[in-house]
């Protein structure tokens, strides 16, 4: 009978019917998929520390695990302190010369190079009085010449960028603690781009609290200068991405500029297909994002906007062109950031998985510190 026959085959069949099986298996693993093996890893943090838990043991835990893995760089997306100073709940500190000493120690101590974009806490808020009362455009100064005094990076091992070195920005001369501020063209050293491995890394001094228009001690003309700067930078570096036929582009600021409508508790509302704000306040971002999304449309390649200023850990798609259709080929990543009422829950921060041969260029995975883990019991 054929069933007999089957149940009866040679030894010597079976095993090459076995020896025939496992090498295709193998092979069907092997076979390539959408994805691979990415060629490098990027750290992105931001909005700490906020507290005195955060400084001492939260930072110093973060940097250990960021040191623990094989980084090609770090960025530090803005905020070096909470929004107000010792008078806050819970307290952090001021805008003081000490605030960017302890902050260079922080980033030297990283093995890989760490790059820093300043964010509203550490210049644009300092003009509040919990803050130390400071003219936020000398701050501003401050922090160009501590971070940003050579055309390398932060970190124990050195990167060198481009810098936008255009007199188009404003420096501080000179101020009393109320009046005009006097100013001078400066150049605004902080926005700078590296390129790795066929992808553009481009950062942005874009602000919250309204990118400087609004607040305790607002700055029209100071805005104005940065604005238009940060514009020409941004399509400069997609113009030279361009000719260089990078793989992708990964922009990196502070400010969560806000996309569409969808969340007042965490981003300015606006419209999304003109994107201007519509909740009545300055609205410093409307110029800056038609040219992010200009910018990405025109250049057709993976790109990634990675923020701070909210404080939520996500990924998703909210770009839309002026048809409001989804930009298909952006992605917003925001990086923990303080939350205030958990202690050190927040003081994570994000992989980049980043492989110019793949298809969408960049993956990001959230890294959990696991010394800043909170147990909780039931």
């Given at each position: 009978m054929p069933r007999r026959r089957l149940l009866t085959l040679p030894l010597t069949l079976a095993f090459a019917v076995v020896a025939i099986a496992i090498p295709a298996a193998a092979i069907a693993a092997r076979m390539p998929t959408n994805d691979k093996d990415f060629e490098y890893q990027v750290g992105l943090w931001g909005d700490l520390p906020y507290s005195a838990i955060q400084a001492d043991p939260g930072v110093p835990n973060l940097i250990a695990d960021m040191n623990r893995q094989e980084l090609a760089?770090?960025?530090?997306?803005?905020?070096?302190?909470?929004?107000?100073?010792?008078?806050?709940?819970?307290?952090?500190?001021?805008?003081?010369?000490?605030?960017?000493?302890?902050?260079?120690?922080?980033?030297?101590?990283?093995?890989?190079?760490?790059?820093?974009?300043?964010?509203?806490?550490?210049?644009?808020?300092?003009?509040?009085?919990?803050?130390?009362?400071?003219?936020?455009?000398?701050?501003?100064?401050?922090?160009?010449?501590v971070f940003f005094s050579t055309p390398y990076s932060l970190g124990q091992k050195r990167l060198r960028q481009d810098v936008q070195t255009e007199q188009t920005c404003l420096s501080y001369v000179s101020g009393p603690a109320t009046g005009p501020t006097v100013t001078k063209p400066g150049a605004c050293v902080e926005n700078r781009r590296w390129t790795v491995k066929k992808v553009m890394y481009v950062t942005l001094n874009v602000q919250g609290s309204c990118n400087n228009l609004c607040d305790t001690a607002p700055n029209p003309e100071e805005y104005a200068a940065r604005n238009a700067a940060n514009i020409a930078w941004l399509r400069a570096s997609f113009a030279q991405a361009k000719a260089e036929g990078d793989a992708g582009v990964m922009l990196i600021s502070q400010a969560d500029p806000g996309f569409d409508a969808s969340d007042a508790t965490r981003a300015p509302l606006r419209n999304p297909k003109t994107l201007a704000e519509t909740d009545g306040a300055p609205d410093g971002f409307q110029t800056f994002l038609q040219a992010v999304r200009t910018e990405p449309l025109a250049f057709g390649k993976p790109v990634a906007y990675v923020h701070g200023d909210s404080h939520y850990f996500r990924t998703d798609k909210p770009l839309q062109d002026v048809d409001g259709k989804q930009i298909e080929n952006f992605v917003r990543v925001e990086t923990f950031g303080d939350n205030a009422g958990t202690g050190l829950n927040a003081v994570h921060w994000v992989k980049a998985l980043v492989d110019p041969e793949s298809r969408d260029v960049f993956a990001f995975q959230a890294q959990t510190v696991p010394g800043n883990v909170v147990t909780h019991n039931n």
């Amino acid at each position: 009978m054929p069933r007999r026959r089957l149940l009866t085959l040679p030894l010597t069949l079976a095993f090459a019917v076995v020896a025939i099986a496992i090498p295709a298996a193998a092979i069907a693993a092997r076979m390539p998929t959408n994805d691979k093996d990415f060629e490098y890893q990027v750290g992105l943090w931001g909005d700490l520390p906020y507290s005195a838990i955060q400084a001492d043991p939260g930072v110093p835990n973060l940097i250990a695990d960021m040191n623990r893995q094989e980084l090609a760089f770090s960025v530090h997306d803005g905020d070096l302190k909470a929004g107000n100073g010792v008078t806050a709940n819970p307290p952090s500190v001021n805008c003081d010369d000490a605030l960017d000493a302890a902050a260079l120690g922080w980033f030297n101590s990283l093995k890989a190079p760490a790059m820093f974009t300043p964010g509203d806490n550490d210049w644009t808020d300092c003009d509040r009085p919990a803050n130390g009362g400071f003219n936020s455009l000398e701050r501003l100064d401050h922090e160009r010449a501590v971070f940003f005094s050579t055309p390398y990076s932060l970190g124990q091992k050195r990167l060198r960028q481009d810098v936008q070195t255009e007199q188009t920005c404003l420096s501080y001369v000179s101020g009393p603690a109320t009046g005009p501020t006097v100013t001078k063209p400066g150049a605004c050293v902080e926005n700078r781009r590296w390129t790795v491995k066929k992808v553009m890394y481009v950062t942005l001094n874009v602000q919250g609290s309204c990118n400087n228009l609004c607040d305790t001690a607002p700055n029209p003309e100071e805005y104005a200068a940065r604005n238009a700067a940060n514009i020409a930078w941004l399509r400069a570096s997609f113009a030279q991405a361009k000719a260089e036929g990078d793989a992708g582009v990964m922009l990196i600021s502070q400010a969560d500029p806000g996309f569409d409508a969808s969340d007042a508790t965490r981003a300015p509302l606006r419209n999304p297909k003109t994107l201007a704000e519509t909740d009545g306040a300055p609205d410093g971002f409307q110029t800056f994002l038609q040219a992010v999304r200009t910018e990405p449309l025109a250049f057709g390649k993976p790109v990634a906007y990675v923020h701070g200023d909210s404080h939520y850990f996500r990924t998703d798609k909210p770009l839309q062109d002026v048809d409001g259709k989804q930009i298909e080929n952006f992605v917003r990543v925001e990086t923990f950031g303080d939350n205030a009422g958990t202690g050190l829950n927040a003081v994570h921060w994000v992989k980049a998985l980043v492989d110019p041969e793949s298809r969408d260029v960049f993956a990001f995975q959230a890294q959990t510190v696991p010394g800043n883990v909170v147990t909780h019991n039931n």
